[in-house]
């Protein structure tokens, strides 16, 4: 999860009904869906993936899911490079507890990140939809894929001859030729197949 961190719509967490997940007085999680025990990440993996859950203390039967997710979002701080909340945010965060506008606070936040999922869907789609219509033969991720095997074929050209020098090594450079007529069909085809997708 360098993952790109991706906020899906509310609406994906309704589509089936929550899964019950009780925490034991040893902190271990129960999924009840699955009959297994689960981590925090196991949690975590499922609000990645839209599936809406509740979290039960086993003994008292308190709805802690709020707490749960708090735990989430504090182990996800954790790790390194995964830092989603500035110091100056928290710090502003804790300053509202207590106060006057507390009861403003969670209405606000929910409606700021719900307008943020909402963007981002449109943006995806305008992009989709731009891209889709610039590359008729294929979508976005396959015509990246094919540029990034063409690139790493022109590097490997120039592999043998940087070895070479680094290394002072008396064996003969790799007969390029055949790679070098690959990667010119490529670009070829490549250039008609763009040429092709402008045409009105």
Request: proline share 5%.
């Given at each position: 999860?360098?993952?790109t961190?991706?906020?899906l719509?509310?609406s994906?967490?309704?589509?089936?009904?929550?899964?019950?997940?009780?925490?034991?007085?040893?902190?271990r999680?129960?999924?009840t869906?699955s009959s297994?025990?689960?981590?925090?990440?196991?949690?975590?993996?499922?609000?990645?993936?839209?599936?809406?859950?509740?979290?039960?203390?086993?003994?008292?039967?308190?709805?802690?899911?709020?707490?749960?997710?708090?735990?989430?979002?504090?182990?996800?701080?954790?790790?390194?490079?995964?830092?989603?909340?500035?110091?100056s945010?928290?710090?502003?965060?804790?300053g509202?507890?207590?106060g006057?506008?507390?009861?403003?606070?969670?209405?606000?936040?929910?409606?700021?990140?719900?307008?943020?999922?909402?963007?981002?869907?449109?943006?995806?789609?305008?992009?989709?939809?731009?891209?889709g219509g610039l590359?008729?033969?294929?979508?976005?991720?396959?015509?990246?894929?094919?540029?990034?095997?063409?690139?790493?074929?022109?590097?490997?050209?120039f592999?043998?001859?940087?070895?070479?020098v680094?290394?002072?090594?008396s064996?003969?450079?790799?007969?390029?030729?055949?790679?070098?007529?690959?990667?010119?069909?490529?670009?070829?085809?490549?250039?008609?197949?763009l040429?092709?997708?402008?045409?009105?």
């Amino acid at each position: 999860m360098a993952d790109t961190v991706q906020i899906l719509p509310e609406s994906k967490s309704t589509d089936k009904p929550p899964v019950v997940v009780k925490k034991y007085a040893n902190r271990r999680l129960y999924n009840t869906e699955s009959s297994s025990y689960i981590t925090l990440e196991n949690l975590g993996e499922m609000v990645r993936l839209g599936r809406d859950f509740v979290v039960y203390d086993a003994k008292s039967g308190d709805d802690i899911t709020r707490g749960v997710l708090t735990q989430i979002i504090v182990e996800e701080e954790g790790k390194a490079g995964h830092h989603l909340l500035p110091t100056s945010f928290l710090r502003q965060l804790i300053g509202f507890y207590g106060g006057s506008m507390q009861g403003l606070v969670p209405k606000y936040l929910e409606h700021a990140m719900a307008s943020f999922a909402q963007q981002q869907e449109q943006m995806r789609s305008a992009v989709q939809k731009t891209m889709g219509g610039l590359f008729p033969f294929g979508n976005i991720e396959e015509v990246s894929r094919q540029n990034m095997a063409m690139m790493e074929r022109a590097f490997s050209l120039f592999t043998p001859f940087y070895r070479g020098v680094e290394s002072s090594s008396s064996a003969p450079p790799t007969d390029a030729s055949a790679e070098i007529a690959a990667l010119q069909a490529e670009v070829e085809r490549l250039r008609k197949e763009l040429a092709t997708a402008r045409k009105p």
